[in-house]
């Protein structure tokens, strides 16, 4: 199993970023993903989950209104579009083939960083 994010960067307030997560070595169809974050000195906070035919998306509170997950069955791929992104998004994003704790197994991440 690989998941490997990216598209993270240095973005200011206001701005937008969209996620990737590629993944291999298993069905990716057949399983929910899950978005995960970790700020700096803080711990893991779960962010969206999407179920295996999209047609269910959840948020946290957070994020609700402003992130978007989708996915792409075809080519193993999972998104997390971020709009409207506050100082406080700043984290490292990860992706994980799970829908529930302890969500494992998941990638090395990919760093978001709001400022101006």
């Known amino acids: 199993v690989q998941l490997v994010e990216s598209g993270g960067g240095l973005v200011q307030p206001g701005g937008s970023l969209r996620l990737s997560c590629a993944t291999s070595?298993?069905?990716?169809?057949?399983?929910?993903m899950t978005w995960l974050r970790q700020a700096p000195g803080k711990g893991l906070e779960w962010v969206s989950t999407?179920?295996?035919?999209?047609?269910?998306?959840t948020y946290a509170e957070s994020v609700r209104g402003r992130f978007i997950v989708s996915r792409d069955n075809a080519k193993g791929t999972l998104y997390l579009q971020l709009n409207s992104l506050k100082t406080e998004d700043t984290a490292m994003y990860y992706c994980?083939?799970?829908?529930?704790?302890?969500?494992?197994?998941r990638g090395q991440g990919t760093q978001v960083i709001v400022s101006s």
């Open positions: 070595g298993f069905a990716f169809g057949a399983y929910y």
């Open positions: 994980a083939k799970a829908r529930s704790s302890p969500f494992f197994p």
């Open positions: 999407i179920s295996t035919e999209s047609t269910i998306q």
